[in-house]
């Protein structure tokens, strides 16, 4: 069973930084993308960054291009999303994500963690 568990959300001020983890469990993780989906009350998730197998790519949303840094270890099984100058709009529940294959990491996803809560006061 793939299991995706989601630590490091809380409660930050706008301008601050903050870094998730993800521990991934029940699969060949270095098989697979990884990224990172986030979800706001009332809106629909949302895609935010997506790394290859390798770590060689990564893809960003536009809005979070430049302030958010995906990156993996496979010996570690784990996922960051390392976020800085966060901003209220950031605020939201992440969730990270299962591609469906190694090489494609800006879509494709087909299993999401629970996720943490991330959010952001001004």
């Known amino acids: 069973q793939v299991r995706l568990v989601e630590t490091g959300g809380g409660l930050v001020q706008a301008g601050g930084s903050l870094t998730l983890s993800c521990a991934a469990s029940g699969l060949t993780f270095s098989s697979y993308a990884m990224g990172w989906f986030r979800q706001a009350p009332g809106a629909e998730r949302e895609f935010v960054a997506g790394?290859?197998?390798?770590?060689?790519?990564?893809y960003y949303a536009g809005s979070v291009k430049g302030r958010f840094t995906i990156t993996r270890d496979n010996a570690k099984n784990t996922v960051w999303l390392h976020m800085k100058s966060l901003k209220p709009e950031d605020t939201a529940v992440y969730s990270c994500?299962?591609?469906?294959?190694?090489?494609?990491?800006?879509?494709?996803?087909?299993?999401w963690g629970q996720g943490t809560q991330v959010t952001v006061s001004s």
């Open positions: 790394i290859t197998w390798s770590g060689d790519f990564t």
């Open positions: 994500a299962k591609g469906r294959t190694r090489l494609v990491a800006n879509r494709d996803y087909d299993y």
